[in-house]
């Protein structure tokens, strides 16, 4: 089975989750898209959180109605992908450069289920490069501190992630700093460290956020808790 596939079925299942009137969060990404696909098919009586303009776009184009996050007390349930789902399921996201929206739509959960295809989980944190987002006014200072952050944990200096167009700049208007891939020793201390920075909105590390996850293996869907 394919990469796309194993995100589809796994996208396919966590619809299956949704029940009439849930306020549910929409993540962003490839597999995200399949799970938000499959709940337009649903045609049920929700109303969806979306975390990124893109999502928005997609489930307007399917015809699910939105909520704002600021529009809704509390969101029922988020299914969203991830780049990396390591042990207890901390995760590493922000790929497609959403982690900030993302992760406000996940702490407003009282549910968050990640879905992914199987090359996803990995043993230990950090062979995918990990997204930190920046303000932009002095962004190369912050770039700096963040070096001496990486040097700490024994990682490479970040990178200004950059697209064609040039600067990749997010849905919050900020910037994407990636931490080159290099095994994540103590995530939780270099979470704490990154948000220590003057000038970083947040990181793409989702510790103890997932409740659980759904992997499109060759063999099906498998369900992991943390
Ligand atoms: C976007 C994300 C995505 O969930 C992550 O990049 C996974 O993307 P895909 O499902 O396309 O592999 O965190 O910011």
Redesign the pocket.
Known sequence: MS?DDQ?RIAGEAAAQLVEAGMVVGL???????WFVKALAARKLDIRGVP??EATANLARELGIPLAALDDVKSIDLTV????EVGPGLD?????????LR?KLVWEASKRCV????AA?KVDALGRFPL?IEVVRFGHVHTGHRLADIAAEFDLLPPRLRMADRGIVITDGGNVIYDLPSSVIAEPAALAAALKAVTGVVDH?LFLDLADEALLGTDQGVVKLVP
Do not use: Y
């Open positions: 990469a995100k993540g962003t990404g490839s597999t995200a898209a975390t990124s969203d992908g991830a780049d995760l590493i996201k922000g790929g497609g450069a959403a982690l993302e990640v879905i992914a295809d996803k997204p793409g």
